[in-house]
């Protein structure tokens, strides 16, 4: 079964940068699309990044191109997320996804995942 454990959230001040992880276990996990997702209350989960199984191809929210990097260390198991120049709008629980299918693609849907973390919290103040 595989398992995503996210890390690395915390509270900081606008402008400040943070690194997110995702560990990875359970299964061939290096060989799928996983992405971040992020979610504030009474919203639904949105998309943030997603990377293929190789790193090759990258996808970004709109809202954050330019601002946060995905990358993912298959040596480790390991997805980052690494958001600079925060805002308090970035405020979010944010969460690691899996999509476990040989399509090469990173779909920006929540319902095209199939495994997720427990999220980690990351609060930006202004």
């Known amino acids: 079964q595989v398992q995503l454990v996210e890390s690395g959230g915390g509270k900081v001040q606008a402008g400040d940068s943070l690194r997110l992880s995702c560990a990875a276990s359970g299964g061939p996990v290096s060989t799928y699309t996983m992405a971040w997702f992020r979610q504030t209350p009474g919203k639904e989960r949105e998309f943030v990044a997603g990377i293929t199984y190789d790193g090759a191809r990258t996808n970004y929210a709109d809202a954050v191109k330019g601002q946060f990097t995905i990358s993912r260390d298959n040596t480790k198991s390991i997805v980052y997320l690494q958001m600079d120049s925060l805002k308090p709008e970035d405020t979010a629980a944010y969460y690691c996804?899996?999509?476990?299918?040989?399509?090469?693609?990173?779909?920006?849907?929540?319902?095209?995942?199939?495994?997720w973390g427990q999220g980690t919290q990351v609060t930006v103040s202004s």
């Open positions: 996804a899996l999509r476990r299918s040989v399509i090469i693609a990173i779909p920006m849907m929540s319902n095209e995942y199939d495994y």
